[in-house]
């Protein structure tokens, strides 16, 4: 009997304002790999970043896939939430798939055959996750018919709850998955990687967010064997993504500026190409703020600025209080000095000084007290 390799590949972002050229480079590595070794290659969606793209991303993109199709596979690509468009609108992989450079469906069950081997793969386009299970359950009963011999694929770009880090009881779960009986489900839509005999979210092909999460992990496509139900992982050539984060105590502008070049520097060493992002925290020497630290200019270095967070923090929220509590100005330094001058003073009690101060000159009421 023979079976057939699955590429699998998602998120491909193409057009990132932010990352372009790594979208690009790192998502025509992916394709042209899985063209080279996978019978069909599914993509789950989010193929561009942006719904309308430019001239220049679509020549790119056209480049890519005129090389994909020199390879005789068939591409087939869910609608991610980057290129839903309204209903009359042509979308960028309509355009794509009408001059048959790519396969575009929704709702709608693709087969291909090999020897003895079928694989039948229904495509649902991303719809707003609250109505994904009345969506996903209607595409199934109207194709179940189509899914009867074979092995059975949905392909979606959807949050999964056990997946995202947003819960909503209303999203899809794996337990709502697993009801429709799919041999797998491919996801897009989560950026990490994620993989097991029946379902499996590439992940994106670049990092489009500088969180941890992304930065941290390889970004990379899957080639699934239906025969054996395993997948393989291929790591794409990528810019190392590194995530940092640095505490301070009373630091000077000097200190901070200094362990961001020794870091920058260092990881570039060890990695040539690097996406950076160091986060800053804790707090700087009384009088400076965190606007006072100048980031160096450096390529794909970014920084999270949280220095003195603390500090602003307990000032906003001093803030919040005195408008939660409607307290005027003038109650709202009273208390403050009270609280300051608590115990230091023993001639007046401190809400009779500043009701002096107040109301006579400060010389005359400073006198008073001497
Ligand atoms: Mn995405």
Known sequence: MNYMKIGIISDTHFGHPRF???????????????AERADVVLHAGDFFDVKVPSFNTLHSVISILT????????????????????????????????????????????????GGEKINVLVVGNVPDEDARGVI???????????????????????????????????????????????????????????????????????????????NQPRGVVLYDTKTREAEEIILN???????????????????????????SKNKRKYGNILMKIKLMGTLKEGLSPSDIIVPDMPYLFIDNQLNKARIDVK???????????????????KKLVSYLN?????LKPVELYDELLEKDVDDVLEGLI
Request: charged content about 30%.
């Open 316 to 334: 906003i929220n001093e803030l919040r209080e005195l408008r939660d509590k409607k307290l005027s100005v003038k109650e709202f330094i009273e």
């Open 137 to 215: 359950n209607m595409a199934y009963q109207q194709n179940k018919h189509l899914l009867k011999d074979g092995f059975n694929i949905l392909l979606i770009h959807q949050e999964v709850n056990e997946y995202s880090s947003l819960f909503n009881e209303r999203y899809l779960s794996i337990g709502f998955l697993k009801s429709l009986d799919f041999d797998l489900v491919v996801n897009g839509h989560i950026h990490k990687r994620y993989i097991s005999p029946d379902f499996i979210i590439p992940g994106s092909t670049v990092a489009t967010k500088l969180s941890e999460e992304e930065l």
């Open 238 to 264: 990528q810019r190392k993504g590194i995530y940092i984060s640095k505490r301070f105590s009373n630091a000077g502008i000097k200190e901070v500026n200094e362990f961001i070049v020794q870091e920058y």
């Open 343 to 347: 115990g230091k003073m023993k001639v």
């Open 67 to 114: 090389e994909f199709s020199k390879h005789k596979k068939p591409l087939i690509v869910a609608r991610g939430n980057h290129e839903r468009r309204s209903k009359d609108l042509v979308d960028s992989l309509k355009l794509l798939s009408s001059v048959g450079l790519l396969i575009y469906k929704n709702w709608e069950v693709v087969s291909f055959t090999k």
């Open 20 to 34: 372009e050229e790594d979208a690009l480079k790192q998502g025509r590595e992916g394709l042209l790999m899985l």
